[in-house]
């Protein structure tokens, strides 16, 4: 069982920055890929970013390129998600997931975090 705990949301400004973190307990962190979603409401949880077991080519969704970074250090058990130039349209829940795979869908994952909320405002 791997439990996943999200932390870094908040309230900001428009074309401000955070960075979201996830610790996952497991001594099995590098055997993972990890993955970055997001729901806003009365919407389907969407991709935002994934990383691989290795760290290595992370993957994004259109509407976050350029602006998110998806990061990895396996020393400490934690993913992170840099996530700049903000806009409202990126208000939503942001989970975390771990998986075999660096997928872009949700069902690609076992284990999720519970979440954190990151508000936009404009």
């Known amino acids: 069982q791997v439990q996943l705990v999200e932390s870094g949301g908040g309230l900001v400004q428009a074309g401000g920055s955070l960075r979201l973190s996830c610790v996952a307990s497991?001594?099995?962190?590098?055997?993972?890929?990890m993955g970055w979603f997001r729901q806003a409401p009365g919407k389907e949880r969407e991709f935002a970013a994934a990383?691989?077991?290795?760290?290595?080519?992370?993957s994004y969704a259109d509407s976050v390129k350029g602006r998110f970074t998806v990061s990895r250090d396996s020393a400490k058990n934690t993913v992170f998600l840099q996530m700049n130039s903000l806009k409202p349209e990126d208000t939503a829940v942001y989970y975390c997931?771990?998986?075999?795979?660096?997928?872009?869908?949700?069902?690609?994952?076992?284990?999720w975090g519970q979440g954190t909320q990151v508000t936009v405002s404009s």
């Open positions: 997931a771990a998986g075999p795979h660096a997928a872009t869908d949700a069902a690609g994952y076992d284990y």
């Open positions: 990383i691989s077991r290795s760290g290595g080519t992370p």
């Open positions: 497991t001594r099995t962190f590098n055997w993972f890929s």
